[in-house]
């Protein structure tokens, strides 16, 4: 069975702080996707990671997929507020991680 | 592109009675669509696949004459919670897959569920 381990699960930081989310399995995956996702609305897809080692930015993100192809992070620099919401990455056979809720205060 | 709607966008309803939900693909045509149910502060539970003019795939522990799906177009299915009850309460969101590449899915917005 696939499993999407995400780290950490909540995480509270100040406007203008770097922060990392982790997203690990035991499983190769062929994809992996992140989403952000607002209360009361459903994700938005970020971005999706095919290769192996492959690095993507989307402006303050960095989105990283692990040379196995079993794990990938999340990097924001200098976090706003409007980074605040729900962070799921996701791969395979629609396996969603738990998910990280990100609080950005000002 | 790629853009899924649902409605209602909200619904409340009393327990015993049915309610319909429904996701469109606006501007592409989707063979598969999937439902997942979200608590609050969780991740995405996938409750079932469902395919344009076939049965649709149940996730286990979802009970199928209760959520029926029906996937009657390639941009249309609906969800029917029957005989809701107030443990229905949730956010029911829909996503659809394209055919482009890489499994991506796009959700809709979400449906709020409260059966009083």
């Known amino acids: 069975t696939q499993l999407l381990e995400q780290s950490p699960q909540f995480l509270s930081i100040q406007e203008g702080e770097n922060l990392t989310v982790y997203c690990n399995s035991s499983s190769v995956f062929s994809s992996l996707q992140w989403y952000r996702q607002e209360p009361g609305e459903g994700p938005v897809l970020l971005v999706t990671?095919?290769?192996?080692?492959e690095v993507k930015k989307l402006k303050r993100l960095t989105f990283q997929f692990g040379d196995a192809r079993k794990d990938s992070s999340l990097h924001i620099t200098a976090a706003q507020p409007g980074d605040t919401g729900l962070y799921l990455c996701a791969g395979g056979k629609l396996i969603f991680g738990q998910g990280t809720e990100l609080s950005v205060k000002p | 592109g790629a853009v899924v709607s649902q409605h209602p966008s909200w619904v409340i309803c009393k327990s015993g009675t049915s309610v319909k939900i429904e996701c469109r693909s606006l501007?592409?045509?989707?063979?598969?669509m999937f439902w997942y149910r979200q608590f609050p502060k969780q991740s995405l539970m996938l409750m079932a696949t469902?395919?344009?003019?076939?049965?649709?795939?149940?996730e286990q522990g979802v009970e199928k004459d209760k959520f029926l799906i029906n996937h009657a177009s390639l941009t249309l299915s609906t969800l029917t919670v029957t005989s809701a009850h107030p443990e229905d309460s949730s956010f029911y969101i829909c996503?659809?897959?394209?055919?482009?590449?890489?499994?991506?899915?796009?959700f809709g917005p979400g449906t709020r569920l409260t059966v009083l």
């Open positions: 996503s659809a897959k394209t055919l482009r590449f890489y499994n991506e899915q796009f």
């Open positions: 990671v095919v290769t192996g080692g």
């Open positions: 501007d592409f045509q989707a063979t598969t």
């Open positions: 469902s395919n344009e003019g076939s049965k649709a795939t149940y």
